[in-house]
């Protein structure tokens, strides 16, 4: 008898083990689910880039951490992103600084006609940045990486080469490249790009400002057939990729270290993806169709470039007014693009 209550007592005892074990098991296998919005279709270099993203991450964390992408902004929509990440409306968000212009004012230096001659360097230079100065109006989100698309040159129904010619002329464009466009004697026609096929088909506008990638995959550059190399002034737009904190701080130190160290190397595949498989990709298809791209004389650049340095020095007067190191953000962007933008 006794033995046959000590048989049941240690079958007991085994079990319970068993089903600690399994729990613990479990437990240290918890997945998380995380939900990314991106406004890019997914037909683009930009989102298929961010899936791969996604896949690595479920990967090496074995399953621990897994990334629903949400492509085309069916999510949230684009000038929504960022508040949607720090509310925890979603996880993870791709958008543009751009759209919310005033809150990232240090950030804008990126943005400036520096003389941008290609994404790759553009995307490299926007991380660095980041990594010097840490601006604390990103405090607020855990910064994945960040990056930004090829020069935005000008694009025209006829070829430009002197700054008068833009005179009187129409040119689409917004936010901070309609600066750049009335500093070199344009009016500047204030509409997003989605609508600039229309406005530009009526003659609305006569031209616009923009990435090569950007005009040739909304369809633009067969109304625009001219593409104008003013790299002297050409400025880009900086792009975020940002996680919600409290999302990030919740994942295990061993994840988030593994996240990390994707981040780093996805930094490289954007600036190559911009650079090859949207810019690269996109000049050759257009020069294919007989489109023409126009160079400036080395003179003449050095004019537009002249002509929008008021913006520069405008940015370093509204930083310091703002105590942020805009004169040194700004310096150390000229060094980098200098040293590495060839």
């Known amino acids: 008898m006794k033995k046959h209550v000590f048989i049941k007592v240690l079958l007991c005892v085994l079990l319970f083990s068993f089903c600690l074990i399994t729990y613990n098991s479990y437990a240290a296998e918890k997945v998380t689910t ?17 899936q791969e993203w996604c896949k ?3 990967k090496r964390t074995n399953g621990r951490v897994k990334v629903m992408l949400y492509p085309g902004g069916t999510l949230i929509p684009i000038v929504q992103t960022y508040d949607a990440v720090v509310k925890g409306s979603v996880d993870i968000g791709f958008g543009i600084f751009t759209y919310s212009r005033g809150r990232f004012p240090l950030t804008e230096v990126i943005d400036l006609p520096l003389g941008y001659k290609n994404a790759y360097t553009a995307t490299k230079l926007i991380n660095e940045y980041y990594k010097k100065f840490k601006p604390k109006e990103l405090d607020d989100v855990k910064v994945l990486y960040l990056e930004a698309h090829g020069p935005g040159i000008m694009h025209f129904k006829k070829p430009i080469t002197k700054m008068e010619e833009l005179k009187g002329m129409k040119i689409r464009s917004s936010g901070l490249s309609a600066k750049i466009v009335t500093a070199l004697g344009g009016t500047p026609v204030s509409l997003p790009i989605t609508e600039a096929y229309d406005a530009i088909s009526k003659g609305i506008a006569d031209g616009m400002t923009n990435d090569v990638g950007g005009l040739f995959l909304f369809g633009l550059s067969e109304l625009l057939p001219y593409h104008i190399e003013n790299y002297g002034s050409a400025y880009v737009s900086g ?8 999302k990030w701080n919740a994942l295990s130190p061993a994840d988030q270290a593994i ?12 600036a190559v993806m911009w650079r090859d498989d949207v810019d690269g990709v996109s000049k050759k298809a257009m020069l294919q169709k007989g489109q023409k791209f126009v160079p400036l004389s080395k003179e003449e650049d050095a004019r537009w470039a002249q002509a929008v340095k008021p913006i520069l020095d405008d940015y370093v007067k509204t930083t310091k007014e703002k105590g942020l190191p805009g004169d040194q953000a700004l310096k150390f962007c000229l060094d980098y693009l200098k040293a590495h933008d060839k």
């Open 34 to 50: 995380l939900r990314y919005t991106h406004f890019n279709t997914p037909d683009t270099p930009m989102c298929k880039v961010a």
């Open 56 to 58: 690595e991450v479920e």
């Open 239 to 246: 792009f975020y990729t940002v996680m919600n904190k409290g």
């Open 259 to 270: 996240i990390d160290k994707i981040n780093e190397e996805w930094i490289e595949k954007r």
